[in-house]
């Protein structure tokens, strides 16, 4: 009998809901680390942690919008369990795909900020958690950036193009997004 080859694609959220650490730091086999809640990942390839970067770099340009005020993430689930993950980082991915919800539009009344690229999200649920990340890859690609050799832009040079991308071309995805949640909650 013939077996067929399957496909599989992992995917894995990490939720995050306020203030944690994050670490930055080389692995034993020279290639940078990013620590975070529940999981350590690992950065293969440079196109890689520059997509994570502008991801972040665009969560951060969303941060007054999501969540306008220091408040806490409020009372979220504890998960079933936890799951701690080493994630490698090994492909050249396109784009980081950003999604946000505020707390307006939120079925559980708490305002979220994701970055996904490939199969890894990281979803965040205050603004104290959004900030860490973005503390946390802003180290990761710094690290990156000026040990690799690999001839990339400055950390800086990044968010001033996100930054410029916004000012260009505003964030209408989000604001549509929201609009079509609220519509369909008073149908």
Request: with cysteine; charged share 25%; glycine share 8%.
């Amino acid at each position: 009998m013939e077996t067929e080859p399957v496909e599989a694609v992992s995917r894995l959220t990490i939720h995050i809901a306020g203030e944690h650490e994050t670490n930055a730091s080389i692995g034993l086999t020279l290639i940078p680390l990013l620590k975070i809640p529940t999981a350590i990942i690992e950065f293969r390839h440079p196109t890689g942690a520059r997509v994570w970067w502008e991801g972040w770099c665009e969560a951060a340009e969303m941060l007054n919008r999501i969540f306008p005020e220091q408040i806490d993430a409020g009372e979220l689930r504890d998960p079933e369990l936890t799951i701690n993950s080493f994630v490698i980082l090994d492909d050249a991915p396109r784009r980081a795909k950003i999604r946000a919800r505020s707390a307006a539009v939120s079925p559980d009344g708490i305002g979220a900020l994701s970055v996904t690229v490939g199969g890894l999200t990281i979803a965040c649920a205050s603004r104290n958690a959004v900030e860490c990340q973005v503390r946390g890859w802003l180290e990761a690609y710094d690290m990156f950036a000026n040990d690799g050799g690999f001839g990339l832009p400055s950390a800086d040079e990044v968010a001033a193009r996100v930054r410029a991308d916004h000012v260009r071309h505003g964030v209408n995805e989000l604001s549509t997004a929201a609009e079509e949640q609220q519509a369909a909650r008073r149908q």
